[in-house]
């Protein structure tokens, strides 16, 4: 609960992920992910960390507007049926905030770092964020540069 998360601007990536889209709250990304571990797991595929792609800023988007994907890592020899999909989001330059919390507070408190950064780099919240999280460690991800 008392910790900080840690700022870095580093080259991340590539991951390819299996994923389902999700639109609405962004608390409610917990229960899609389940509906995708479910699947990987029928499918015989062993998920890894699990993944948040971010498109929207629930700052400026009605709540029920926000647009996500959510879903977990997986090898490149996996190919998971419908309904779900995968994707590959390349290596990139990005401004990492990592943090080793529970959920409740380690979401606030890695956004609040990297809105920090922002500020002080005179800079706004570049999207779309990549939130990775496994065994209690979360590590959100903000693009550096505008075509990633």
Request: proline share 7%.
């Amino acid at each position: 609960m008392f910790s900080s998360a840690k700022i870095d601007v580093i080259e991340r990536g590539p991951y390819r992920y299996a994923y389902l889209e999700a639109e609405g709250p962004y608390s409610k990304l917990a229960s899609k992910r389940g509906e995708v571990d479910k699947q990987l797991r029928e499918q015989g595929v062993e998920p890894g960390s699990a993944i948040a792609i971010i498109f929207d800023d629930p700052r400026a988007t009605e709540r029920d507007k926000l647009r996500a994907r959510t879903g977990f890592i997986i090898g490149e020899d996996v190919t998971p049926k419908e309904p779900l999909k995968t994707a590959i989001l390349p290596k990139r330059k990005v401004v990492s905030a990592r943090i080793t919390a529970h959920p409740v507070f380690a979401y606030g408190k890695a956004y609040s770092a990297l809105l920090d950064y922002t500020g002080q780099h005179n800079m706004t919240l570049h999207l779309p964020t990549v939130e990775l999280y496994d065994a209690s460690v979360l590590i959100v991800e903000m693009p550096l540069e505008t075509n990633p």
